[in-house]
């Protein structure tokens, strides 16, 4: 249980940062590929600490939880991967296609840090589909 709860909060860390990074691109878009450096640094610097702190947090308040079966953590790291792994290729193909646009390496920048947002997202909403939440169907169903 201590894993969903983790994925939970990474979950919900994952979706302000990224979100927060795109309403922020959105409302003031830089001009120049040169002002990305400090804007795409500044941000994961920024998400690197949040998530630290409240992982921290976490691990306070609720301590060690049962250990998992490793077997079916396995599994569904697997799982989780090939399913981000999806996602990320069913739109990485557009990239050169972006990049080939006059003046779009902004964009371009901007396309790549949600499509990393986007690999990270689907990983732990699958791991938390596979895990059901607390339910043991799906444990069973991977464990065939």
């Known amino acids: 249980m201590a894993s969903n709860r983790t994925d939970a909060v990474t979950l919900g860390v994952l979706v302000l ?11 003031h878009p830089p ?9 795409v640094a500044g941000f994961y610097i920024a998400f690197t600490l949040a998530m630290i702190v409240v992982h921290s947090i ?9 250990k998992p079966d490793p077997e079916l953590e396995r599994a569904i790291g697997w799982r989780a991967a090939r399913n ?15 990049a080939a646009l006059p003046d779009a390496q902004v964009l371009t920048v901007h396309a790549v840090v949600g499509l990393l947002g986007l690999s990270e997202i689907v990983a732990h909403v699958s791991r938390l589909a596979y895990r059901g939440l607390g339910s043991g169907r799906n444990q069973r169903a991977l464990a065939a």
């Open 31 to 39: 001009l120049a590929a040169a002002e990305m450096i400090p804007i």
């Open 84 to 98: 981000s792994l999806i996602a990320v290729m069913s739109i990485l193909w557009a990239l050169p296609f972006l």
């Open 58 to 66: 976490v691990a306070l308040l609720f301590g060690k939880g049962a």
């Open 17 to 27: 940062a990224y979100g927060a990074y795109g309403v922020q691109a959105y409302e």
